[in-house]
């Protein structure tokens, strides 16, 4: 374990001590046992430049919405793939995607497009974990391709729209970037935020986002590699 991953703290079903560490008698070592086919997606660092994961590779369904842009969400489905995840994109715009999808796996497809409502059955297991990403519009149908023990699913909204709401309320972890305030105030009666974290919302600098999962809330900068930021260029919330 390296000291970045041991450093590492975050949201709820996140990656990372939480607590002082602990000790056993060298008679007992034979009864532990490690939990294995979980990995973690480093999302940024918080505040005090503390890593933070994302546990997308779970045995429960797990659903995530990000209220953002496409350059978050292509840095997350790269970083997916770089833990061993097949990554499948549904998407309306593909030539968005195409550049990331050659580059990732070195040729492998480890990263695969799909028109919209075209997602196959992806045979996810604790071996073959997959991250579904759905980057489907305002308005996203309904997927063929559900959440699923070691299948995850993100959903990416440019904006709030009138399916937001719907989104939010289901899905296990919500992250918003830079919004307007009037959606801002929407968001923030969903979610539950403080009147501080709604005004801080539109004025959000580029790559940083609330992560929100039931109670707890990150602010998160998500800052590029080297390599990330010759293939997708810059942070930004447009697109």
Do not use: K, N
């Amino acid at each position: 374990m390296t000291a970045r991953t041991a450093a590492a703290r975050g949201l709820r079903g996140l990656l990372g001590p939480r607590h002082a560490g602990h000790t056993v008698d060298t008679d007992l070592l034979d009864a532990l046992s490690l939990p294995v086919g979980d990995d973690g997606v480093v999302i940024g660092d918080d505040a005090e430049g503390h890593p933070q994961l994302v546990g997308f590779h779970r045995s429960t369904p797990y659903d995530v919405l990000l209220i953002g842009g496409l350059w978050t969400a292509q840095v997350l489905a790269l970083r997916a793939a770089g833990t061993g995840a097949r990554v499948a994109v549904e998407t309306g715009r593909a030539p968005g995607w195409t550049r990331l999808a050659h580059a990732a796996g070195a040729g492998l497809e480890c990263i695969t497009l799909h028109d919209v409502g075209r997602v196959p059955p992806m045979g996810a297991t604790v071996g073959s974990p997959v991250l579904v990403v759905r980057d489907c519009g305002m308005r996203p149908p309904r997927g063929r391709v559900v959440s699923a023990p070691w299948q995850s699913v993100l959903t990416l909204l440019p904006y709030v729209s009138p399916v937001a709401p719907r989104l939010m309320r289901d899905s296990t972890l919500v992250g918003v970037q830079r919004v307007s305030p009037e959606e801002a105030e929407q968001i923030g009666r969903i979610l539950g935020l403080s009147r501080a974290e709604r005004e801080a919302l539109p004025t959000l600098a580029d790559g940083v986002t609330l992560w929100c999962a039931g109670r707890e809330r990150h602010w998160v900068m998500t800052s590029a590699t080297d390599a990330e930021s010759g293939l997708l260029g810059v942070a930004r919330r447009m697109d």
